[in-house]
């Protein structure tokens, strides 16, 4: 079998093959082809590439149309997907909510689509759970770079010269991102405060030595799968009423807060930032699913008129992008691991398996996965 890694698009610093990981693909008996410069923004360059294995190449168009297996990070263009032959398996982060047309047009043409974002989040596919490796790296980048804007440091600090109270971070959704934003923050000294709407998230914020903040929206829930359900209008207003005092005595706030499948509430009103000092940062790591913060834009800093900035940074995790490559390809790998059939040297699509029926988006020419019936049947029609 032949996988195929392509250098990313749009910026993206990410690669979804690192060198040690081709090595062990190596191993399994596939055959690895990297793009020239694919790992260069993850410092991982083309001779790492070779000495564990790959080919690289710079004929896309020949790479992709030999190709059994594209592993990507953001998926690859319309025209390069048409070059995809019937089988072919992608995986990667797909968007499979915003990406509807496209995943009809690959299904049709017998493209087997593996999102990543659909992986199960169960205990047995958590080595495969690429949200998670992801909103981790974003949660800490979120803090350091939060900090970074700040001309305030976040540690108490007792001086001949004088007593430095320390900062106030108040994170707001606590999540995975949540939760690693929480910790990175409390070790560098902040002091740390978090809300969120489940309220099994309490005895975890507690545990990170941050206060968890009491607002009473009534009745709140979470999914089978552990996501927030969406909020009434009333208890959204509830709930900024809440925050806002917190977010006035805050120096850095960091929003992570998600719907899953649907675009994120809007939590920090511009009513709630008027209120806030000037100096303080707010980090809107959901500023790509909508935006947790009135007037964030998706990958720009902005700031207010009364001197609070705005940070609207998309995929903060990729600023470590060797990090966060090397996690994305382990979770690709132990993916690629648990289904591979040593004797064939092949995939092998159990599609009773729970976790490929989580993922498996389309197969053998049809969209076979239950959440996108609506767009399969568009598809027939
Ligand atoms: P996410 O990115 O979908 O959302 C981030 C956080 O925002 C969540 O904690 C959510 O409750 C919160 N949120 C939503 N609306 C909010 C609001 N109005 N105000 C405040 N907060 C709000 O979440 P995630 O990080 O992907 O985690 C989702 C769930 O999956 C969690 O329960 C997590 O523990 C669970 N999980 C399980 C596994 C596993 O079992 N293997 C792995 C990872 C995550």
Known sequence: MNLVALKEAGGERRVAVIP???????QLGLTVRVESGAGAAAD????????????????????LAAADMVWHVQHASG???ALFRPGTLYAGFFDPFRQ???LRRLAAAGVHVVSMEMMPRTTLAQKMDALSSQANLAGYAAVVHGAGRLRRILPMM???????????????????????AI?????????????DTRPVVEEQVRSLGAKFVKIDL??????????ATELTPEQVERQREGMAKICAQSDLVITTAKLFGRPAPRLVTQAMLDRMQAGSVVVDLAAGAGGNVEGSRPGETVVTPNGVTIMGDMALEATVARDSSAMYAAN????????????????AYRLDDEILAGCLLSHSGRLIHPRFADTADSTAS
């Open 20 to 26: 040690p990981v081709v090595s062990k693909l190596c």
């Open 44 to 63: 991982f360059p083309d001779a790492a590439y070779r000495e564990a294995g790959a080919e690289v190449f710079t004929d896309r168009s020949a790479a």
């Open 79 to 81: 025209a390069e997907e």
């Open 100 to 102: 509807t047309d496209r």
């Open 158 to 180: 007792m001086t001949p010269s004088g007593t430095l109270s320390p900062a106030r971070v108040f994170v707001i959704g606590v999540g995975v991102a949540g939760l690693q």
């Open 183 to 195: 910790a990175t923050a409390k070790r560098l000294g902040a002091r740390v405060e978090a809300f």
């Open 218 to 227: 009534g009745e709140t829930g979470q999914s089978a799968q552990g996501y």
């Open 332 to 347: 690709l790998l132990a993916f690629l691991e648990h289904f591979w059939d040593a004797g064939a040297k092949a995939f």
